[in-house]
């Protein structure tokens, strides 16, 4: 079965500290892959994406991809209390002829004063 | 550009009744999703519309749940007759580029 996996939490960091998400995804014909942030009681939105292997910066925060290792990563560096929330995964997973953006069930994060 | 609008925005049925969900995409955008997300679960796509055309159902339990899109604009996702399982918010998206933009989502609670 096409999965995206994330441990669901709760990662506590204290504010400051660089806050590290991970996901995996069992597909690698997964083309695009996503980070959304999800406040309680709210929609998702969307942090970055990223398509090619390596990193990519965006202010505070930087995705990593690996599609060896089926792995993508999201950085938080000098994490706030304001960044506490979901964040979720998103892969662009093949099905059919098309892609499918399938979640991981989020991992809830901390962020501490 | 206006967002995704969904309405209602909350509802509250007994099980058995039955229920529907409006949204209204972003304009231009031809690629249209309703996800299922249950409390403390990650979003759960039920089906995917490109234009009025369906992509993917797979997941959609069609013994209960319907969804269409008219013209390649508006759609409608019903569930008739509803669970107690059914409870969740569902979430109307559309894309571009393939970024989703979601709607602010229906909340539904079958008591």
């Known amino acids: 079965q096409k999965e995206v996996e994330q441990n669901s939490g709760p990662l506590s960091v204290p504010e400051g500290a660089i806050a590290s998400l991970n996901c995996t995804y069992s597909d690698r014909g997964s083309q695009s892959f996503f980070w959304y942030r999800q406040y309680s009681g709210k929609s998702p939105e969307l942090i970055m994406f990223?398509?090619?292997?390596g990193d990519k910066e965006d202010g505070r925060f930087t995705a990593q991809l690996n599609k060896a290792s089926q792995y993508v990563s999201l950085l938080i560096r000098d994490s706030q209390p304001s960044d506490s929330a979901t964040y979720l995964c998103?892969?662009?997973?093949?099905?059919?002829?098309?892609?499918?953006?399938?979640f991981g069930r989020g991992t809830s994060l901390i962020v501490h004063p | 550009e206006a967002g995704v609008a969904q309405s209602p925005r909350y509802k509250i049925i007994e099980k058995r009744q039955s229920v529907a969900f409006w949204c209204n995409p972003i304009?231009?955008?031809?690629?249209l999703y309703w996800y299922q997300q249950i409390l403390g679960q990650g979003p759960k796509l039920l089906i995917q519309f490109q234009n009025n055309g369906v992509v993917d159902d797979s997941q959609l339990p069609k013994d209960r749940f319907s969804a269409e899109r008219l013209k390649g604009v508006d759609s409608t996702l019903k569930i008739q007759p509803a669970k107690l399982e059914d409870s969740a918010v569902y979430l109307c998206a559309t894309s571009s580029a393939n970024v989703l933009t979601f709607g602010a989502g229906s909340r539904l609670t079958v008591l």
């Open positions: 304009s231009g955008h031809a690629t």
């Open positions: 990223i398509y090619s292997n």
């Open positions: 998103a892969v662009s997973l093949p099905s059919g002829g098309s892609y499918i953006p399938t």
